[in-house]
């Protein structure tokens, strides 16, 4: 009777182990490997790009045993709307400000998880050679849309050509002081400032609609300075505030933020590109 009553302990105690280990394999380990993906959202964009991602991603497998995979939007719009609906864990395609924006006009709570890299934007001129060279009355082109007036104004700022009212984070025309040699500011759509050049002295052009016009970012007459008017401008991975301190994630912003990724930056955009995570904004 005693040796029945052990090995049916024994054969229950063998089913619950069979029962544990089932259990593991069927719900533990496939959310552990689950929580090693890390979805993250960008914006379809050059060879280039997807060059330096897929290094990324391969930093992050090989050393941190995270599977990076993409998904590819072509409108502003798109990926911090996937992020909130839990579309993407994270997503690479936004500055500062805008995130700041998005999240005031849509009530969200996105948050920065690692800078990434800033994109100067610079002032081109077909007359001129030099930013102090603009005559009296100069015409200086500028987008249009809230965001990047304001940064091209800052920039203008910078170049010593006027002065903003104190306190100012979202420049206007109306934010404009001491014009001293008064400029005119002509407000353009941010992908027509490049083609305005021929009608004015000068403009300040995003670095992508450079390109994308030809523009020689090296021949341009200024160039927006690393210090604190700029830090809002410093791209990001963005995740929601709950996942800001998420494993996972935090791997794949170490796997963007090495010596790696900063070579790759350089070789591909030169410095049109910075990368931004050592840079010191304090200036």
């Given amino acids: 009777m005693k040796r029945r009553k052990k090995r049916n302990a024994i054969i229950w105690a063998i089913v619950v182990v069979v029962v544990l280990i089932a259990g593991y394999f069927s719900f533990v380990r496939p959310q552990q490997q689950a929580a090693k993906i890390v979805t993250v959202g960008i914006m379809a964009g050059s060879k280039s790009d997807d060059k330096i991602w897929n290094s990324i991603a391969k930093t992050a497998k090989d050393k941190y045993g995270v599977t990076v995979k993409f998904r590819r939007f072509t409108d502003y719009n798109q990926p911090n709307k996937a992020l909130q609906n839990g579309d993407v864990d994270a997503n690479a395609f936004q500055h500062k400000l805008f995130l700041r924006t998005w999240n005031k006009a849509h009530h969200t709570n996105i948050v920065s998880a690692g800078d990434t890299f800033i994109t100067p934007i610079r002032v081109y001129s077909n007359k001129y050679k030099n930013v102090k060279s603009l005559p009296d009355g100069a015409t200086i082109a500028v987008p249009n849309d809230a965001s990047n007036e304001s940064r091209a104004l ?5 170049a010593g050509l006027f002065n903003l009212k104190k306190g100012t984070k979202l420049a206007t025309t109306s934010s404009i002081t001491n014009n001293k040699k008064n400029f005119k500011i002509k407000e353009l759509a ?7 050049l021929d009608d004015v002295d000068a403009a300040v052009v995003n670095t ?13 007459i200024f160039v927006e300075p690393i210090n604190k008017d700029s830090k809002q401008w410093v791209n990001v991975i963005a995740v929601l505030k709950k996942n800001k301190n998420n494993k996972a994630v935090q ?25 931004a995570w050592n840079l010191n904004f304090n200036k």
């Fill in 154 to 158: 800052f920039a203008l700022k910078n």
């Fill in 190 to 196: 941010a992908d027509q400032t490049a083609r305005s």
């Fill in 208 to 220: 992508n609609y450079a390109q994308a016009a030809g523009l020689n970012y090296k021949k341009a």
């Fill in 251 to 275: 791997d794949v912003v170490k796997a963007y933020q090495t010596k790696k990724t900063e070579q790759q930056i350089k070789k591909y955009y030169g410095s049109a590109e910075i990368p």
